[in-house]
């Protein structure tokens, strides 16, 4: 990202499912005059929830332009490309009470509305059952995640990367009204 890293210009959200990062990421985008990209928009290209065959590409293609909040560093896949390229990270790490409730409110209303997300797939009650939907993800792997993000915080490769770990919605509200465009 060269010098455009010292500008402040890369973000990245990290934190469970229903932490609310893709609320703060596109008002951050707005706020910054940045544009914001939806991480799950592009990794899940078609219905049926499928993986988009482009999704490596997109994500190192919207890396390189230096200019971006996005609301997830996503899969593994491009984690570690968008930590490199970053110049922030901003850690919601809320507790995992406030999560739960964020997440089980967005399903229900996502299943009762039958709501059209990315790509046309839409959340359907079926899979509440399942282990990778939203609500039981972000409860089985809830301290996992918190120890991922924790080890990739400190991890020496990503030294200049600025952590932002914010620790209640209150907080990650008043650091939002605290950002400024240039």
Do not use: C
């Not at 951050?28 to 005059?33: C, I, V």
């Not at 065959?53 to 909040?69: C, F, H, K, P, S």
């Amino acid at each position: 990202m060269g010098g455009i890293r010292s500008a402040g210009a890369a973000r990245t959200r990290r934190g469970i499912s229903g932490a609310g990062k893709s609320t703060l990421a596109r008002a951050l985008g707005r706020r910054l005059g940045l544009p914001y990209h939806e991480v799950d928009a592009l990794h899940f290209g078609g219905p049926g929830w499928a993986v988009s065959e482009t999704y490596v590409a997109d994500m190192q293609r919207i890396a390189a332009t230096g200019l971006w909040v996005l609301d997830s560093s996503g899969p593994a896949a491009v984690r570690d490309l968008l930590w490199a390229r970053a110049d922030t990270v901003v850690w919601l790490d809320h507790r995992r009470s406030v999560v739960m409730r964020r997440v089980l409110l967005r399903s229900l209303r996502r299943s009762l509305s039958r709501e059209r997300l990315f790509n046309g797939n839409r959340e359907a009650w079926r899979e509440w059952l399942r282990s990778d939907h939203p609500a039981w993800w972000a409860w089985s792997r809830y301290a996992d995640r918190r120890a991922e993000i924790g080890g990739l915080a400190a991890d020496p490769r990503f030294a200049p990367l600025r952590v932002v770990r914010l620790r209640t919605p209150a907080e990650a509200d008043t650091w939002l009204r605290t950002r400024r465009a240039g």
